[in-house]
């Protein structure tokens, strides 16, 4: 059994689990249903469907494991239908006991016993070591993302082919807009809408349950092939007034969402994108959503916001890492000093050829931009807008990939990744301006440059004391490795090919 | 007979004029000699040997031509020869009378008729159209620099090799230091000193006429393949004292070499390279070498400063134009319009592969460099770095090119100087964060946009009103030109190949 089928069985297993507990309450036993670490146990609790079950009715369960206590938000899926989820974080045995305003759904209780999850399940990802990421289980995580805003809204042939794309790419992270997108290369209606909408109105007194149902599909869809969501929650790119909201609906269309999705062990939460061009929302709104997000999420998700013009202050506490837009790569090794926090670029522009600027860097301009990032201790962000006859374009649609840096970046994923167990992400240690970008393991078993546009034919560094190293030139466009003879150790001279766009790696001996 | 041909000629025959001018004085008659227009009359005029020369004889020249006067400073070249230089501005008789404190040099005079030039002797080069470069005869100077800065201190053999790179380059600039250098890879004492030197002391009170008759040579030789000479009158790679000698020894320098060198007409005057490195000089040393330089140059030449870390005020007003070192080439577009001057990146890094970050750009980076610069108006400086086995290195040395930028400099200097007639050099017009670099010529003739590490497949492009353009796109890397078919005007959407490092050029149909 593969790992996906795995997990399919658990999530299906789950759910008839839970759809058991609420029909006969009393023989919900521990050790009677199960749930892998990480994974999702739901609860469906049929309830009424008179009045406005979305603002009548109140849920919520807590979850009990040892001295633990977490309380979690239920939510109603329309049919008479509430569901609370939870991701159980720990081995073992816990118990659930329910709290409604309604009596049928108050008051339930029953255990499930958490177990050993399969491989590659390694659950959530968080900050490690100040400046970089890990999953639960304490696999790092080498942060290497990509866009596609709109691909929920875009037809199912396509939604399928972006799964198949992902499946083989180099991109672990996928930013996801969670309203549908009308700018441009994007003006068509979605297939549904998140509230009940005619005449060009949305009643926002309720959700449309379907549409959310959707979006869970294709978060579990990432999930499986082991793909961040990047959730955008809120953006500017919109015509159907999701954008401008009343006050009261932006929260309660926060916890809906937040209630659905947060048990998914994959959910990064962006508050926005181009949170500065919402032009109805102050700088109060975005800090009640901030507070919202944080505390409604019982799973502590990583949390960021993105910025157009002006960048925002992501030293403030809510931030989990910084998700710049910004091409000055330049400010990398700055802003992780001053932010002390994960620095990722999610939009420093995108490979393509569109008209638009932002739109169109070669191949080699993205990638150089994921190595000056990388040798700078932060990560970068992948978006592809190449033109086609049917207008459908990575950065937003999905589909195919049709650029070069992809290949280019998983190079250098691979060599981010391969030495990943001796120690947590690299740190810059050069300002760059006078020095090539260099980034060392904290341990020091690993120290790389790299040398963007400048092609040295030798260099003297400076190595760690009593350590030896072997030397390995790296040409990051033409993905060549060339072992670079002998040893190296103190003040070390190096003869390189010296051609552009390289980088050199040193490796301690018998460590890395 | 050639142009240079003719060069020489007039310069001998100048020189030969001047001689009998000082044997047989009264029969100095106007029309008798001549010169042509920007070329050299030199005074040569037999005076005392005993003593010391240098410090003890006043000397200069009033030239008269109408209503003008002008006076020049003479120097002593060595052998009991008083020498004054002067360059004519226009055409017809000039009468000249010596002052000297010395009865034999005192109340000489003399006339000489100055004539029309040879062709391609356009005169010295100033600014133009307050961001730009012109000769005096009214051709613009597209500004194309380079640096050989220790040249003039290497074998014979490297010096001639020097002259024939430069005679096919693209360079019609040249900066060069008039003290010898110490620094890597210039490690060896000159062939001679400017001051006598013995016991590795230096006698300040006397110069070393051969020294200076050397950098004339070498200034003349430059002067006749159309190449301005940069002079760089201090700088801090020394281990000979020449960047520490007192106050009245540097003034008396630079009055002697003004006296010297200020006649030919490709003199451009540099007051050092890096000014901020010479530790034991002082802002009001520099104010005064500023204030010496433009007050003893009868003629106005060029004047400049470098930097290394301390940006330099080139609002100044001793400053014709900024000789910026810097690799912000973004900085363009804002320097040139705060400055109101030409702006000249004079060093951006060089094209190379030794171990110096300075000095190891790729070829496609320098001919980058080179676009930007121009795409916003303002002008670039080329060096070369390359390792050889005889550590001669084009930077400093000079020799012969190794590099691939020239080529490509060569071709962006070809395009800026074919529509050269319609009107000055391009203004930069777009902010480049957001837009393509993008520059006009002041009549809207030409327009033209760089893309590059960009690569739009399509644009739409505002053209100035009641216009017709044609488009070219040219692959600055590549070198090809592609003309576009159809014509231009209005709000016009053009599609492009869509390659790394183009350029989009529209020209106004039937003027450019």
Known sequence: MNRRDMIKLSTVAVAAASAATLTDAAHAQAGSRSVVRWDVL????????AGNPFLDVT???????????????????????YKIRFMPDELGTWT????????????????????????????????????????????????CGTTCYAWA?????????????LRTSPFNKLRMCLFPKWYQHNRSEPPMYPFPRSADKNDYSTFNPAYFQHLEKLILELRDIGVQADLILFHPYDKWGYQSMPAEVDDRYLRYVI???????????????EYDLLRDKSSADWD???????ESDPFDHLRSIHYCFHQYEYTRGWCTHAGVQDSRLEMAASWRA??????????????????????????DAMTRRFWLASAMGTYCGHGETYLSPEDILWWSHGGVLHGQSPAKIAFLRLLLEETIAVGPGPIGFTNFSDEPAGARRPNDAVIFYYYDEHQPAEGTYKLPEGKTYTAEYIDTIQLTRTPLPGEYSGQATVKIPGTPWGSLWFRQKGIA
Chains 1, 2 share one sequence.
């Open 42 to 49: 739901e609860l469906n609790l049929p309830g009424p469907t």
């Open 96 to 143: 659930w006991t329910t709290a409604s305003n309604t009596p049928a759904l108050n008051n339930q209780s029953g255990s499930f016993t958490c177990t050993v999850p399969e491989p590659g399940n390694r659950g959530p990802v968080s900050v490690r070591d100040s400046y970089n990421f890990g999953y639960a289980d304490g696999t790092p995580f080498v942060e």
């Open 338 to 363: 001053d932010w002390h926090k994960p620095v990722v670029f999610d939009e420093c522009k995108y490979e393509g050829n569109i008209a638009s600027r932002w739109g169109n860097l070669s191949a």
């Open 288 to 294: 009640r959503f901030a507070r919202i997000v944080a």
């Open 153 to 165: 809204f875009q037809s199912e042939a396509t939604q399928k082919q972006t799964i198949e794309t």
């Open 259 to 273: 209630a659905r999705f947060s048990a998914y062990r994959n959910v990064w939460w962006s508050l926005a994108n």
């Open 59 to 81: 849920l919520s369960a807590t979850f009990r494991y040892l001295h633990r206590t977490i309380t979690v938000a239920g939510f109603y899926d329309g049919d008479g239908s």
